[in-house]
């Protein structure tokens, strides 16, 4: 899967939930790699804010990211709108330090969005698969979430507030669950005993009976009611059976567990990266999510750094197939140590080396621990960056490749029986003067085994 961006730009206009100021808000197209950021459009200089887990400054009642002096708060929905409709790069501009609430959920960034259409970039997502089991539990609150290795993103999520009115709540998320009709419509939800206390706390100056759902667990006295339509600028405000103010309809019946996994969904999108991995989460808020989002990113950014092997389809067939390779070069067995050749560019060439028991050099080397020399390991590396040199020779049958200087090389991990020895070997300085300069690098599966530079000059045969 490539990356994408949003097709054209789109703006919203509304009000910060928390502060009440008017905010006006675009989302516009942006380049490959560049992934989320806003942009304070209203302060000296515009500055940028990225939108990642290391910049999360507060999340009470919201997720707040600062940078430089920037801040923007109540990012969670248009994140997870972002997320849900797979647009990884894209620049945000907004006039205020608050993002517009809208209706309190993620459905109408979903509808512009959608009605932008997508432009799909030529970079590869990076997606960042979870190997080993991450776990984070909240002393004070309880809350915990634990992520699982899987192939695919999903999540099953957990809530329970001790409420006669909620009761206990769960949600689900997964490839086979569109996110825009299923989580993208539902709205955020507050409990009547939290609204005077947030009021009085300078927060919720923007809320309203339209952008939130108000849970009542008992009938309202009179002077309960006066101060809630005095807040709310209502005539009239009444809690309905069910337990909600003003007789609303949910849109799903578990429409607060849905909008926890949203907000859990933007949230972690500030790992910067989209992963697979099979979520677990029990009365999740921002403040669990957004630690577990810095513990996703901490990992996927030390795993990015190490190198990559390739992506090969062991199915496929080769490019150069053994006797493709021995018109190329002039080894023989037993030194001939390229079996395939998978993948070939003007500046990259990936090829394989199966290691068989029955591999001359591990009679002697060694009789009860067979290992693959390293010296070998490096030979292999050298035959098959000669293909990618002399594959941009004209008449290559004429030419040899031979070593000059290897530096820096590593051995990282033993090669044994069985293995399956990956190398990729790119250009780093072009050949001139019959001079080229390489990198290498050896994996097994997803392992480095071995990497080095190398310095070769092709000469003319006798």
């Known amino acids: 899967m490539n990356q994408k961006t949003i097709g054209k730009s789109v703006s919203f206009c509304g009000k910060g939930l928390h502060t009440g100021l008017k905010v006006t808000m675009s989302i516009h197209p942006a380049p490959e790699s560049h992934g989320i950021k806003f942009q304070r459009v209203d302060l000296d200089g515009a500055p940028i804010v990225p939108a990642v887990a290391d910049y999360v400054t507060d999340t009470s009642r919201g997720t707040t990211i600062e940078h430089n002096g920037a801040r923007v708060s109540t990012i969670e929905h248009v994140m997870a709108a972002l997320f849900g409709m797979g647009i990884d790069n894209a620049l945000i501009k907004i006039d205020a330090p608050e993002t517009p609430i809208l209706d309190g959920s993620a459905r109408l960034y979903v509808e512009e969005i959608t009605k932008a259409g997508f432009i799909e970039q030529r ?12 776990h984070y539990k909240d002393p004070k609150s309880g809350a915990e979430i634990t992520l699982l290795p899987d192939p695919d993103f999903s999540v099953e999520l ?40 947030l009021f009085n706390n300078n927060l919720i100056r923007g809320g309203d ?32 059976p069910e337990g909600y103010l003003n007789h609303i309809e949910l849109r799903f019946s578990n429409e607060c567990a849905r909008h926890k996994l949203l907000d859990l969904i933007g949230d972690f999108s500030l790992a910067g990266y989209p992963i697979k991995a099979k979520v677990i989460a029990n009365k999740p808020g921002h403040a669990v999510n957004t630690v577990v989002a810095k513990m996703i990113r901490k990992a996927a950014k030390l795993y990015f750094s190490q190198p990559q092997p390739p992506v090969i389809d062991h199915h496929a067939d080769p490019l150069f197939d053994i006797k493709a390779i021995q018109k190329l070069l002039p080894h023989r067995a037993p030194f001939l140590m390229v079996d395939r050749i998978m ?24 009789p009860d621990e067979p290992v693959m020399p390293g010296v070998l390991i490096v030979e292999a590396m050298a035959q098959t960056g000669g293909i990618l040199v002399l594959n941009g020779i004209t008449d290559r049958e004429h030419w040899s490749t031979y070593l000059l200087k290897i530096n820096e090389v590593k ?27 390489m990198k290498g690098m050896a994996f097994v599966g ?17």
């Open 123 to 134: 970079t590869p997502k990076h997606f960042f698969e979870i190997k080993e089991k991450i």
């Open 158 to 197: 957990m809530i329970d507030f001790n409420s006669l009115v909620l009761g206990h709540q769960y949600a689900r998320f997964g490839t086979d669950i569109d996110f825009s009709t299923e989580l993208a419509p539902c709205r955020t939800f507050v409990f009547l005993h939290e609204l005077m206390p």
């Open 411 to 437: 051995f990282k991990q033993k090669v044994v029986p069985g293995d399956v020895l990956t190398m990729v070997m790119e250009i780093v300085s072009p050949l001139r003067r019959h001079i080229v300069m």
């Open 446 to 462: 997803d392992q480095l085994v071995c990497e080095g530079a190398f310095t070769a000059q092709v000469i003319k045969n006798k």
């Open 343 to 366: 993948e070939l560019t003007d500046k990259r060439v990936v090829g394989i080396k199966n290691i068989g028991i029955n591999e001359w050099f591990f009679k002697g080397h060694f």
């Open 209 to 240: 009976l339209d952008n939130a759902i108000v849970i009542v667990e008992k009938p309202l006295p009179q002077n309960e009611i006066d101060k809630l339509t005095t807040l709310f600028n209502k005539p009239s405000i009444t809690r309905c």
